[in-house]
């Protein structure tokens, strides 16, 4: 387990929901910093993203950023480039970076086989690569070196496609919906009781 994995305020919520052998495992088990075949299909498949970023000061700033499936690509292993696009003019996802490297990005499927990938590392915005020209309307270009790749448990992620609610949304007066994956072998040994 890495001592970095987790910082003192999420070891504390850990701690007060008994999730901190849970969070361990999880980390152990899906935690990479390259990129899998599989990680690559998905990304490079999503025609939108989610990019967090913060200013010098640390605070946050969160971007839907679209495209045509593909717009995202994963280049190496532990690098994926994606165009910045005519917008606002506000430039607050760029700005920060320009000042603050570290961003998080949230790749999402809402089309009845949910999935969610967490990707955090370091950006750099290019304003001048050849590479510029095999994006159509890009006037930068941001590369991410990847730090920390993820799968998030996509359980409350609606199906846009059909407009149903996710089962697992808690209802008054039922019992809540356990996710499968809580029932797998690698998993069912640290998953704590669910608080009332």
């Not at 999420?10 to 361990?24: E, M, N, T």
């Not at 190496?76 to 603050?100: C, T, W």
């Not at 790749?107 to 950006?123: C, E, H, T």
Request: hydrophobic share 40%; charged share 30%; glycine share 8%.
């Amino acid at each position: 387990m890495s001592a970095s994995a987790y910082h003192d305020g999420q070891r504390a919520l850990q701690d007060r929901f008994g999730s901190r052998a849970l969070a361990d495992r999880l980390f152990e088990i899906t935690h990479r910093t390259v990129f899998t075949e599989a990680d690559r299909d998905f990304i490079e498949t999503r025609p939108f993203f989610f990019l967090a970023t913060a200013d010098r000061d640390g605070r946050p700033d969160c971007s839907f950023k679209g495209g045509a499936p593909g717009f995202v690509r994963v280049m190496r292993d532990d690098l994926l480039v994606f165009p910045d696009y005519d917008g606002n003019g506000m430039f607050r996802s760029l700005g920060n970076v320009s000042v603050n490297a570290a961003v998080g990005l949230l790749f999402i499927a809402m089309d009845g086989s949910p999935k969610r990938l967490r990707v955090n590392g370091r950006a750099e915005i290019v304003f001048e690569d050849p590479m510029m020209r095999d994006w159509a309307g890009a006037q930068a270009l941001v590369r991410v070196r990847a730090e920390h790749i993820f799968p998030n448990c996509p359980r409350y992620i609606p199906d846009l496609k059909s407009g149903a609610e996710s089962v697992y949304i808690p209802r008054p007066g039922e019992t809540p919906v356990e996710p499968a994956w809580k029932g797998f072998d690698p998993f069912k040994d640290v998953v704590p009781p669910r608080k009332a």
